[in-house]
C-alpha cells in the first residue's frame, strides 16, 4: 500500500504559477499510473491531470489543457504537478492519486486506489 503527502499549495494571484509535488512511500512508485484531481468548495472532485507509470503518457481536463503539466521522477518517487497562468476557477484543494491499473489512464476518481491528504491552492483575482 502506497502513502501519498501533496506539498506546495499556497495563495497566489492569477497569472502566477505554481508547482505541487506528491511524495509516495510504502509501496512502489512504478507500480502505479498516478494522477491529479481537485475540489472546490461545494463542488464534486474533478480530474485535472493523469500519467502512466512510465511517464511516457499523459491526459489532461480541457480546463488546464496548455497551463498545466503532470510529471513523475521515479527515482525520487514524486509526483509533480506545474501550475501556469492561474486562474481564480483554479482555487481549490488538489489531491494527488494513485492507480493499480496500468493498462489505461483513468479520469474517474473512483478508479483510483489510493489518495492524499490534499493541499490548498487559492488564486486571487
Known amino acids: 500500500q502506497v502513502q501519498l503527502v501533496e506539498s506546495g499549495g499556497g495563495l497566489v494571484q492569477a497569472g502566477d504559477s505554481l508547482r505541487l509535488s506528491c511524495a509516495a512511500s510504502?509501496?512502489?512508485?512504478?507500480?502505479?499510473?498516478m494522477g491529479w484531481f481537485r475540489q472546490a468548495p461545494g463542488k464534486e472532485r474533478e480530474f485535472v491531470a493523469a500519467?502512466?507509470?512510465?511517464?511516457?503518457?499523459?491526459s489532461y481536463a480541457d480546463s488546464v489543457r496548455g497551463r498545466f503539466t503532470i510529471a513523475r521522477d521515479n527515482a525520487k518517487n514524486t509526483l509533480y504537478l506545474q501550475m501556469n497562468s492561474l486562474k481564480p476557477e483554479d482555487t481549490a484543494v488538489y489531491y494527488c492519486?494513485?492507480?493499480?491499473?496500468?493498462?489505461?489512464?483513468?479520469?474517474?476518481?473512483?478508479?483510483?486506489?489510493?489518495w492524499g491528504q490534499g493541499t490548498q491552492v487559492t488564486v486571487s483575482s
Open positions: 492519486a494513485a492507480d493499480r491499473s496500468l493498462w489505461v489512464l483513468n479520469k474517474k476518481r473512483d478508479e483510483y486506489d489510493y
Open positions: 510504502g509501496g512502489t512508485f512504478m507500480s502505479y499510473n
Open positions: 500519467i502512466d507509470w512510465r511517464g511516457g503518457s499523459t
